[in-house]
């Protein structure tokens, strides 16, 4: 066990190392676990590359794309939750299915439309393509946490005159609070780690883990240093989250398993 | 003034702000804002490849007549042997893959509910490499690779004398190279997953079978297995259609290479589509071969899980 937990941290302790270490120190052999630390690594990403305004923009992509989402989405799982039409299952099959399109599949589409939109480059074209993946997520967990707030509360609080849209924000929302926060944090996530869309519709703004991208082809001399920088800093909301909501997570995990 | 008109003005006034009011009451109000971004997102995009893979677009060649032509890409890309390998190659990735994750996933779940203290921080930490960028974990594992300065190489010749072992450069590492990577990050989802699997299995069963005197092998083939599968099922579909779709991973490591032996369908349909070619309607037939191969691969799990 304790085997595992070390293969799983060791490579990111080593990136994190490799963030602070000096060029010289990082490609010599045998590798130096002792060694002078330094900020310059962070410092030269600040000064030569665009890795703040990849930040910004991917920061910007990801809530964006997240809060529509959740907009969107949260109604749509309140329905599937709640309601009992016909074809309700083909609905909701057929909002999961939207999964198992390769996202290449729904690129070259779009390719053709955003060309015609003259919209490569922009932050609408990303919100809207990661909304393929998010929003489908987002429907699909909030029902099932929707689905585990009992009716009758709901119900009281319907006949005591308040309308469908009130009890939902008042009652239900804080009740699966729990379950939708996870929703939200996986979309954003995935938001924020997205690569072969932006990769591949943007080229001047590009979010950050295009623009890290663009270190490796410098041809030369890589900046193994500035590269393992820019990774930590991509990581950054991955550990934030984990440390702040490690037990969210945890049950919202547990809930999402009990079908 | 009881103008019968006015009676009959105010009384569809009525009806339409009840009939309304019934419309907000009824499932369609909630769900029509998401179906219809949904279906301008997804479906329409997908009819359009649909479209455009019977036709001959080609980005890089304007001049081209723009004719249908039938099923002709997909017959080339079913007999293309760069596009069959990368089709093998995929499924190996997948298939490896995931065996490994889901095995190894288990094992270390049923660990974890052995050391049930300890459990929670176990799931805290374990999370970390889901969450990251795939294409960091790529950079980083590559960096790792590196048969000169990586620390993989160095721990090897340290620990077990292996010199200079070339993974992401030699063709038949190349592709275990990017498994072990994949396994690394993602076996992380199946611990998680199972161990939540295994928290909600009822006790009856197991004091039942200690009544009866099974020892604990038997316990787990005959009863914890069992109980598990349907979540198990899950997961493993889960992983199996993520990865069919790996590029990000792929790219930043090697790219496809070295030559062509870790190109996946997805890398393979990006080259021909976007960056070296510009023959979209080939690129789309192919994303659709994929998207039907993953559809036929999940029936028949499904179909197999069913049986049992």
Request: glycine fraction near 6%.
């Given at each position: 066990m304790i085997i595992f937990i070390i293969c799983i941290y060791f490579p990111i302790y080593w990136l994190v190392v490799m963030s602070f270490k000096q060029q010289v120190d990082i490609v010599s052999i045998p590798p130096k676990w002792i060694f002078k630390p330094t900020l310059s690594n962070y410092l030269w990403l600040r000064d030569h590359t665009d890795v703040v305004g990849g930040l910004k923009r991917s920061l910007i992509v990801a809530f964006s794309s997240t809060v529509l989402a959740a907009l969107i989405g949260l109604p749509a799982g309140y329905a599937l939750a709640r309601f009992n039409f016909k074809h309700k299952d083909d609905v909701a099959f057929w909002i999961l299915s939207t999964r198992f399109l390769p996202p290449i599949a729904v690129l070259i589409p779009f390719i053709v439309i955003w060309l015609a939109l003259d919209m490569f480059d922009t932050y609408a074209t990303l919100i809207v393509m990661h909304l393929v993946i998010n929003l489908p997520l987002v429907v699909w967990l909030s029902s099932k946490f929707l689905k585990e707030v009992p009716v009758e509360v709901e119900d009281a609080a319907r006949v005591d005159g308040c309308s469908r849209f009130a009890a939902l924000v008042r009652i239900v929302l804080p009740q699966a609070g729990p379950g939708l926060a996870v929703a939200a944090i996986f979309s954003f996530v995935f938001s924020w780690n997205e690569f072969f869309f932006a990769f591949v519709l943007t080229s001047t703004k590009s979010t950050l883990p295009v623009v890290i991208s663009g270190f490796l082809a410098h041809g030369h001399e890589i900046k193994w240093g500035s590269l393992a920088s820019a990774a930590v800093i991509a990581s950054v909301p991955a550990l934030v989250l984990v440390i702040v909501a490690r037990r969210l997570i945890a049950k919202g995990f547990t809930q999402m398993v009990v079908e | 003034m009881y103008n019968p008109l006015w009676k009959f003005f105010i009384n569809s006034i009525e009806k339409t702000v009840q009939r309304t009011s019934k419309l907000k009451n009824g499932p369609?109000?909630?769900?029509?804002?998401?179906?219809?971004?949904?279906?301008?997102?997804?479906?329409?995009?997908?009819?359009?490849?649909?479209?455009?893979?019977?036709?001959?677009?080609?980005?890089?060649?304007?001049?081209?007549?723009?004719?249908?032509?039938?099923?002709?890409?997909?017959?080339?890309?079913?007999?293309?042997?760069?596009?069959?390998?990368?089709?093998?190659?995929?499924?190996?990735?997948?298939?490896?893959?995931?065996?490994?994750?889901?095995?190894?996933?288990?094992?270390?779940?049923?660990?974890?509910?052995?050391?049930?203290?300890?459990?929670?921080?176990?799931?805290?930490?374990?999370?970390?490499?889901?969450?990251?960028?795939?294409?960091?974990?790529?950079?980083?594992?590559?960096?790792?690779?590196?048969?000169?300065?990586?620390?993989?190489?160095?721990?090897?010749?340290?620990?077990?004398?292996?010199?200079?072992?070339?993974?992401?450069?030699?063709?038949?590492?190349?592709?275990?190279?990017?498994?072990?990577?994949?396994?690394?990050?993602?076996?992380?989802?199946?611990?998680?997953?199972?161990?939540?699997?295994?928290?909600?299995?009822?006790?009856?069963?197991?004091?039942?079978?200690?009544?009866?005197?099974?020892?604990?092998?038997?316990?787990?083939?005959?009863?914890?297995?069992?109980?598990?599968?349907?979540?198990?099922?899950?997961?493993?579909?889960?992983?199996?259609?993520?990865?069919?779709?790996?590029?990000?991973?792929?790219?930043?490591?090697?790219?496809?290479?070295?030559?062509?032996?870790?190109?996946?369908?997805?890398?393979?349909?990006?080259?021909?589509?976007?960056?070296?070619?510009?023959?979209?309607?080939?690129?789309?037939?192919?994303?659709?071969?994929?998207?039907?191969?993953?559809?036929?691969?999940?029936?028949?799990?499904?179909?197999?899980?069913?049986?049992?």
């Open positions: - | 369609l109000f909630w769900l029509l804002p998401a179906l219809i971004v949904l279906l301008c997102i997804t479906m329409f995009p997908f009819f359009y490849s649909i479209f455009l893979s019977v036709m001959n677009y080609d980005i890089s060649k304007p001049y081209l007549a723009r004719i249908f032509v039938g099923l002709r890409n997909y017959a080339q890309a079913l007999t293309n042997p760069r596009s069959l390998n990368s089709f093998k190659v995929t499924a190996m990735f997948v298939v490896i893959s995931v065996s490994i994750q889901s095995l190894l996933g288990l094992g270390i779940a049923l660990v974890m509910q052995k050391l049930s203290k300890w459990r929670t921080l176990f799931i805290g930490l374990v999370i970390v490499p889901m969450l990251l960028p795939k294409m960091i974990v790529g950079l980083l594992w590559r960096i790792m690779y590196h048969p000169l300065v990586g620390i993989v190489n160095y721990l090897l010749g340290y620990f077990l004398n292996v010199h200079y072992v070339e993974w992401l450069s030699d063709p038949s590492l190349a592709l275990l190279s990017v498994i072990a990577v994949d396994v690394w990050q993602w076996t992380p989802f199946m611990i998680l997953i199972l161990s939540a699997g295994l928290e909600m299995m009822p006790k009856s069963p197991f004091e039942a079978a200690q009544l009866d005197g099974a020892n604990g092998f038997q316990t787990f083939w005959r009863i914890t297995l069992p109980l598990l599968k349907p979540i198990y099922i899950v997961a493993f579909i889960f992983r199996l259609i993520e990865d069919m779709r790996t590029f990000d991973i792929m790219w930043v490591m090697t790219a496809g290479g070295p030559g062509i032996k870790t190109e996946t369908v997805d890398i393979y349909a990006y080259l021909v589509g976007m960056s070296r070619g510009g023959k979209i309607s080939y690129a789309s037939s192919i994303s659709i071969l994929l998207m039907v191969f993953t559809i036929i691969v999940l029936t028949i799990v499904t179909k197999r899980v069913k049986e049992n």
